[in-house]
């Protein structure tokens, strides 16, 4: 048991990060990673190979949001709410830039359709290779190639449309 548990602390953070991507509200975040957990460390067989476990764990969770928006039976929406950009322990070296371009990504997101927000949850939140996402979504890699693409240079768009602009130089004090 204590080796199944180090084996699933490994995982922890980026499955709160595909969490958090997934329903955007921190404390349900951490729910799903906790209900997510408990359904891994109680399974009878779980795979033996790191790439394999951790699509594995990536699946439970998705599998665990979907009971949850099930049960809710809500429309998904989403609030921002500014208390998880300091919950998230961002460091500030005297510019905002990291926080602006936190938010701007965040705002972004949030315009996105449900299956770009989750494939950027997985790949480029979670960190999983594009062999774990295809196992984790259980779809061809090849198809994970080509719904990454779509949803970066979706994201991208958004972004471009929001109403955030660099200062420039020239027009400082």
């Given amino acids: 048991m204590d080796q199944d548990r180090c084996r699933l602390d490994q995982h922890l953070q980026r499955l709160y990060g595909y969490a958090y991507s997934l329903c955007r509200d921190p404390d349900d975040a951490r729910d799903l990673v906790q209900d997510c957990a408990v359904k891994a460390l109680k399974a009878q067989n779980s ?56 938010l701007t990504v965040k705002f972004g997101m949030e315009l996105l359709p449900a299956v770009h927000r989750d494939i950027l949850g997985l790949i480029d939140i979670a960190g999983l290779s594009y062999g774990e996402a295809a196992l984790a979504l259980e779809i061809p890699t090849g198809t994970v190639m080509s719904r990454i693409s779509r949803a970066r240079l979706a994201l991208l768009k958004a972004i471009e449309k929001g109403n955030v602009r660099p200062i420039s130089k020239a027009n400082t004090i």
């Fill in 47 to 102: 795979p033996t190979e790191t790439p394999a476990y951790r699509a594995w764990l990536f699946r439970i969770l998705k599998n665990t949001y979907l009971d949850l928006l099930r049960h809710r039976r809500v429309v998904e929406t989403w609030e921002i709410d500014d208390a998880i950009f300091i919950e998230q322990n961002m460091e500030f070296s005297g510019s905002e830039d990291r926080l602006i371009n936190t």
